[in-house]
């Protein structure tokens, strides 16, 4: 059901004892409600931080299993006070050989992720370097959420391009945990602060 079908149901009366939730896990640049419903929801339920309920696409715990971000006044720990990385993670660097790989299914969007990549393509070729596009807007076939294709980033690239369709605040979805949770760093691309999201380290 597209947005218009749902408006077009919304009721224009409630009963005074009556709360209505707006609940939406879509980007604001994607689907518009009109002005006239402003003040018509007692109650937000968005990806938004800010909402009266977030909804969240991934959390980041600490080791207690306390839920760490995306939070507005997250507290990330010091890098210093971080333990060294693992011989066992060590050995699963060095086989990667492969600049970035990127999949993506929305081949036109809002952020115009697509006319950045197109940019980028020459600057890396220059030294040799390619990005490697899965999906509908690609030349190579890969499952995303198939073992094929996390195995590939996981053994393969150092990057993995964790665009967002569109440049919305606190809109960071799942895209960027395909490159945290395979040894690869993420290159983000989108309209939220995303040191409340993942670890600021990879972003300086």
Not at 3 to 19: D, F, G, M, T, V
């Amino acid at each position: 059901m597209t947005l218009r079908q749902y408006e077009a149901i919304l009721p224009s009366k409630r009963l005074a004892h009556q709360k209505y939730i707006f609940m939406s896990n879509e980007p604001a640049a994607m689907y518009r409600l009109a002005s006239h419903y402003n003040g018509y929801f007692n109650y937000t339920f968005t990806y938004k931080l800010d909402s009266d309920i977030t909804w969240r696409f991934f959390v980041v715990r600490n080791k207690k299993g306390d839920i760490v971000a995306p939070k507005v006044d997250v507290k990330w720990i010091d890098v210093n006070d971080m333990e060294p990385i693992s011989d066992d993670i060590k050995r699963k660097l060095q086989t990667k050989n492969k600049a970035a790989a990127w999949h993506v299914s929305h081949c036109h969007t809002p952020s115009r992720r697509e006319e950045f990549v197109e940019k980028l393509i020459p600057e890396l070729s220059r030294y040799n370097l390619n990005i490697d596009i899965t999906g509908f807007c690609g030349d190579r076939y890969c499952q995303l959420w198939g073992e094929e294709c996390h195995v590939a980033i996981e053994t393969d690239y150092y990057f993995y391009l964790a665009f967002e369709n569109s440049m919305c605040d606190d809109y960071v979805t799942e895209k960027i945990l395909t490159a945290t949770q395979h040894y690869s760093i993420p290159i983000v691309f989108g309209g939220a602060n995303y040191s409340r999201f993942d670890f600021p380290y990879w972003y300086n």
